[in-house]
Structure formats: C-alpha cells, structure tokens
C-alpha cells in the first residue's frame, strides 16, 4: 500500500470527523481511483443531494461509504445545521416505495433478537408457499444507504421467489451499528462465528425453522458491502448456508479494518487470497468503479478443472469461469463486459440496479437450486 493512499485514508478521516462528509466521500473516490489529491472543499461542487438512480446512471454512483465504521455514538456532535446537510444529501432512491408482490404474498415486518444481537428484517412469503411450502429461503443483505425494501425492488427476487417457492428474508442493518447501513464485512469481531457473521446465521436457521425449509436449501446474497457480508457469513457458517451469491463484493477476510478495507476496494492484495471453499456464484462488472474487478479474482482461485464461456442474450458480453472447489462445490464467476456497480438485470426503480443483463437474481436462484 502506498504512502499516498495512506495520506489521503488519513485526510479522509479528518475531514468526517470534521462533519465535512462531501469532501470526505471525493477524497475516498479520488484514493480509490489513483487520481491525486482530491478537490479543496472551497472548490468542489456539491453533489445532487438526492440523485435520481436509473439504469443509465447506476454505474456511475459511488458506493464510498462501504465501508464507514464509526458509529453515531463515537463521532463528536456536529452542529445542527451539519447534520441536517448530511440527512439531506443522504440517498433514498425509492421514497418509501414498497416491493410489488403477487395476490396472497406477505411482506412481513420483524424484529430478530438473539444471542448475538438484534436486527429488523423484512420476510417476504410468496402466495407460492403459502400453497405449496416452501423450497427454499434466501437471505438478502443489502449494501450500504439501502433499505431491505430498496434491495428487493432493485434486485426483483420477489419475481425468483414467487415462481421457485422461496421464502426470503431482508435484514435490515441498524445505523447505529454503522452510520450508513454497512455491514461489518471488514471487521475481524464479525467475520468468524461472532457478530454479524453470527446474528445474520441465527435469524437464518429461526426462519428456516418456521418455513420447514429442506435441508441444504438455506442461501446468502448480497451487494457491495452486503455480498462481502454474504461470503464472509456463507464461510464461517457452512452448517447454516448451502452457498452463497456475492455481486460487486470482495473475498472472506480481504480487510481487517478500514484502511485495508479501502485497500481491498482499490484491488490491492488479491493475489494471496484464498479460493472459495463453498459452492458459490460471483457476478461483477469490468467497469466497477468502486470496489475494483480484481476483487472477484478470488472466485476462480484454487479450483478443479476450471472452465470458461461466454453465455450468450444476456443483453452484455459475460465471460463465465465454472468449476469446483477442492472439496467439490460449485462454483461459478460471471465477469460482466461494461457493467458498474450495480446488480445486474435489476429493477432501476431501487438503488445500484442496472436493468441490462445478466439477470443476477435468476441465475442466482438457478445455480442454488441446482446443487445436488
């Protein structure tokens, strides 16, 4: 890591702790891509505070916050008039918009609390499993500034789940764990069979409990910061987790605190880590801006006669490297061709969604139903 990176890491703290959020998020955006100094805050234009999330925009947002770990409780009190700029420029891309769900589904409103904490979540029973039971649940964690309801809009499982029998369950990260909803992929105390890692498997193995869901059938998916949560949980949680679907995130343990995280981010270190030791699905744009291409290296590290195609009528060029574990397990890395950091073939009605194929969610649902 060099000495200019750690400079501007260490600006980019002073200037949160200053209440200086806008220049802060520049400096991260200016570190990640290696473009210098960031503007002077006398000089920088202020951003939309309320950008407008399309297809057309997605890939152009910045997810600079995926890793912002310093809870309220631990920042000094800003003015007033600081924390309202920051409210406002705050994103909330849907309004409040709720997901659409077929005649009979439920969207339920919960609150997990268990032995490793306490979050809100969102389960959404289709009428298909209401009929018929359950087939399977996939547990959803969102990346960071969204909202379970958000990512289901943008991600358009509730279409998956419907037609497959799936139950799905949205946790909601609280904010005083992390002022922007992140999960706590980078943190050392919630990467093992502890914090989040845990909280996110209990609520996992209570909801499948309910819903008799078969054995081998429960899944974790995730975005950004959410699909780094999502490899991290999958890893440390095998007995709960049959695999795992990570999109635009990075490997189990690539950070163990900020600033390393930022690293993992830009691409740094990748190269010493380790393959997936479960059957999992990766998809990732080769335009990513935020967290870097060479993040998803480490799907097709350490495999068993890999191979590679490029499906087709996915609406964008995809190169696919498929192949197993050493213990066996599936695998597969989609490399999507002028894709950002969005979830591909989503809903652009919810945040970080890019309606363009591949269509994430249904090839996620297809490779987990697949496993034998």
Same mark, same amino acid.
């Given at each position: 890591?060099?000495? !200019? %990176?750690?400079?501007?890491?260490? &600006?980019?703290?002073?200037?949160?702790?200053?209440?200086?959020? =806008?220049?802060?998020? &520049?400096?991260?955006?200016?570190?990640?891509?290696?473009?210098?100094?960031?503007?002077?805050? @006398?000089?920088?234009?202020?951003?939309?505070?309320?950008?407008?999330?399309?297809?057309?925009?997605?890939?152009?947002?910045? !997810?600079?916050?995926?890793?912002?770990?310093?809870?309220?409780?631990?920042?000094?009190?800003?003015?007033? =008039?600081?924390?309202?700029?920051?409210?406002?420029?705050?994103?909330? /891309?849907?309004?409040?918009?709720?997901?659409?769900?077929? #005649?009979?589904?439920?969207?339920?409103?919960?609150?997990?609390?268990? &032995?490793?904490?306490?979050? #809100?979540?969102?389960?959404?029973?289709?009428?298909?499993?209401?009929?018929?039971?359950?087939?399977?649940?996939?547990? +959803?964690?969102? *990346?960071?500034?969204?909202?379970?309801?958000?990512?289901?809009?943008?991600?358009?499982?509730?279409? $998956?789940?419907? !037609?497959?029998?799936?139950?799905?369950?949205?946790?909601?990260?609280?904010?005083?764990?992390?002022? $922007?909803?992140?999960?706590?992929?980078?943190?050392?105390?919630? $990467?093992?069979?502890?914090?989040?890692?845990?909280?996110?498997?209990?609520?996992?193995?209570?909801?499948?409990? @309910? %819903?008799?869901?078969?054995?081998?059938?429960?899944?974790?998916?995730?975005?950004?910061?959410?699909?780094?949560?999502?490899?991290?949980?999958?890893?440390?949680?095998?007995?709960?987790? =049959?695999?795992?679907?990570?999109?635009?995130?990075?490997?189990?343990?690539?950070?163990?605190?900020?600033?390393?995280?930022?690293?993992?981010?830009?691409? #740094?270190?990748? /190269?010493?880590?380790?393959?997936?030791?479960?059957?999992?699905?990766?998809?990732?744009? #080769?335009?990513?801006?935020?967290?870097?291409?060479?993040?998803?290296?480490?799907?097709?590290?350490?495999? !068993?006669?890999?191979?590679?195609?490029?499906?087709?009528?996915?609406?964008?060029?995809?190169?696919?490297?498929?192949?197993?574990?050493?213990? *066996?397990? /599936?695998?597969?890395?989609?490399?999507?061709?002028?894709?950002?950091?969005?979830?591909?073939?989503?809903?652009?009605?919810?945040?970080?969604?890019?309606?363009?194929?591949?269509?994430?969610?249904? @090839? +996620?649902?297809?490779?987990?139903?697949?496993?034998?």
């Amino acid at each position: 890591m060099d000495g !200019d %990176f750690m400079a501007a890491m260490r &600006r980019t703290l002073d200037l949160t702790k200053s209440g200086d959020l =806008g220049t802060a998020t &520049r400096q991260i955006q200016a570190a990640l891509s290696g473009s210098g100094d960031a503007p002077h805050a @006398e000089a920088a234009a202020e951003p939309d505070p309320k950008p407008k999330r399309t297809a057309a925009t997605a890939s152009r947002v910045e !997810d600079a916050e995926i890793v912002d770990e310093t809870p309220p409780r631990r920042r000094a009190r800003k003015p007033l =008039g600081a924390t309202l700029d920051a409210l406002r420029r705050r994103p909330r /891309a849907t309004g409040g918009a709720m997901p659409e769900l077929a #005649d009979g589904a439920v969207w339920d409103r919960r609150r997990h609390a268990g &032995r490793f904490g306490a979050r #809100d979540v969102r389960v959404h029973i289709p009428a298909s499993v209401a009929a018929e039971g359950a087939a399977g649940l996939i547990v +959803m964690l969102h *990346g960071c500034t969204q909202t379970p309801e958000d990512f289901a809009i943008g991600t358009a499982m509730g279409r $998956q789940a419907e !037609d497959h029998r799936l139950v799905v369950a949205y946790p909601a990260q609280d904010r005083s764990a992390n002022a $922007q909803g992140c999960w706590a992929w980078f943190q050392p105390a919630d $990467q093992g069979r502890g914090g989040e890692s845990a909280l996110i498997a209990e609520m996992a193995g209570q909801i499948a409990t @309910e %819903f008799a869901v078969p054995d081998g059938r429960v899944f974790v998916a995730g975005l950004s910061a959410g699909g780094a949560m999502a490899a991290v949980t999958a890893a440390a949680h095998p007995e709960v987790f =049959g695999a795992a679907g990570v999109h635009s995130g990075l490997a189990p343990g690539a950070a163990r605190d900020m600033v390393s995280a930022f690293a993992a981010m830009r691409g #740094d270190g990748t /190269a010493a880590q380790p393959g997936p030791t479960m059957p999992m699905i990766l998809f990732h744009g #080769d335009a990513d801006r935020t967290v870097a291409p060479a993040a998803a290296d480490w799907g097709t590290r350490d495999l !068993d006669t890999p191979a590679t195609d490029a499906p087709a009528n996915h609406g964008r060029r995809v190169r696919r490297t498929v192949g197993r574990t050493m213990a *066996g397990g /599936a695998v597969e890395v989609w490399r999507i061709a002028g894709a950002g950091h969005a979830w591909s073939g989503g809903d652009p009605r919810g945040s970080y969604a890019d309606a363009a194929g591949p269509d994430a969610s249904a @090839e +996620m649902v297809r490779f987990f139903l697949g496993l034998s």
